[in-house]
């Protein structure tokens, strides 16, 4: 009776954790959607902070015109940033961790042409966006809004 008690529970943990891994797989893949569906088209609005420093800055604006995965855990993101009378486009690799169901943009020394090296933290939640950002001798914290203006 113990042995088939044993069997039991073997096999009932078996199947368990088998159907975990399925709906873990499938439940990535609905993030992942879902991610991309928040970032495709919007327009991240907010402001920063410099380290060291009081106050926020004027509104910043990213534009998003498009999202792709090129990684297993690298993402593309095609931005437009304004800065000054110009609006230049910036294509920036980011690779995308989870906190359970909330995507952390990370990025890491990463070279962006004409504007320098950052590293940054950003969780994305609920149309809101808050992180920190370091460059070569300067950092501070970011925060805003996640527009979808043609939705």
């Known amino acids: 009776m113990k042995a088939s008690l044993s069997l ?18 499938s439940n990535q893949e609905n993030l992942d959607r879902q991610f991309q569906a928040m970032m495709a088209g919007a327009t991240l609005a907010g402001h920063s902070t410099l380290l060291n420093r009081d106050g926020v800055s004027g509104e910043e604006r990213y534009a998003i015109d498009a999202i792709s995965r090129i990684g297993s855990e690298t993402w593309l993101i095609k931005t437009r940033m304004k800065l000054g009378a110009r609006e230049i486009p910036f294509p920036i690799p980011v690779v995308i961790r989870w906190a359970g169901d909330t995507p952390v943009i990370t990025l890491t020394d990463v070279y962006i042409p ?20 370091s460059g070569k001798s300067y950092g501070g914290q970011l925060f805003g809004k996640i527009i979808h203006e043609h939705r």
């Open 114 to 133: 004409g504007v320098g090296t950052y590293t940054a933290r950003v969780v994305l939640y609920r149309d809101q966006y808050a992180g920190t950002w």
């Open 8 to 25: 039991a529970l073997v096999v009932s943990i078996s199947l368990l954790s088998g159907c975990s891994k399925k709906s873990g797989t």
